[in-house]
């Protein structure tokens, strides 16, 4: 059986992957950043408890998934990529925000979920500090093709339907092992 760490990892880079896609196919370059695509087995050992919770841990922990090029602007983006698997937790928690907003406060925070729109973005810089309060991807949010101008609401279709069958297929897994 495989253990929940590499299956939620398996899970993550899937909609990782697909939103990379997505930006791809809408005329962007898009490269892999971050501690998870440079330094993988870091990844579990700064996820385990006892792991000292110093400034430059949450800097590594915090830092985006892709790097995103717009050839039309001459534009350079950092893009962090999150999903929420059951409809009842569309939230970013307030203190995963603060370490974006302290270290990659210029990124964009993309937030997939099983409702809606289903691709939600907002840049860091944006979002309102709410303290102990979390963040609804569907209201202090934009759609995805707000952000990034070169996707068109037409392209994100089949891609939605791509990411609700992940989702889904991970929420009834999630469901089966509780």
């Known amino acids: 059986m495989v253990s929940k760490f590499y299956d939620d990892m398996l899970k993550g880079n899937q909609i990782k992957e697909l939103v990379k896609v997505l930006l791809e196919k809408s005329g962007y370059s898009v490269f892999p950043y971050g501690y998870e695509s440079t330094l993988l087995n870091l990844k579990k050992t700064l996820g385990t408890r006892g792991t000292k919770n110093s400034r430059t841990v949450r800097?590594?922990?915090?830092?985006?998934?892709?790097?995103?090029?717009?050839?039309?602007?001459?534009?350079?983006?950092?893009?962090?990529?999150?999903?929420?698997?059951?409809?009842?937790?569309?939230?970013?928690?307030?203190?995963?925000?603060?370490?974006?907003?302290?270290?990659?406060?210029?990124?964009?925070?993309?937030?997939?979920?099983?409702?809606?729109?289903?691709?939600y973005a907002q840049k860091i810089s944006e979002l309102e500090i709410k303290q102990s309060e979390e963040y609804d991807a569907t209201t202090d949010f934009e759609k995805l093709e707000h952000i990034f101008k070169r996707v068109k609401t037409e392209d994100t279709s089949h891609f939605k339907i791509e990411a609700l069958q992940i989702m889904k297929k991970s929420y009834s897994r999630t469901e089966r092992t509780s």
């Open 59 to 119: 800097r590594i922990r915090s830092s985006p998934d892709l790097l995103v090029y717009d050839e039309k602007r001459k534009d350079l983006m950092l893009v962090e990529v999150k999903m929420r698997r059951t409809p009842k937790k569309t939230s970013v928690k307030y203190l995963r925000l603060a370490n974006y907003r302290e270290f990659w406060n210029d990124s964009i925070l993309i937030v997939v979920i099983p409702e809606g729109n289903v691709f």
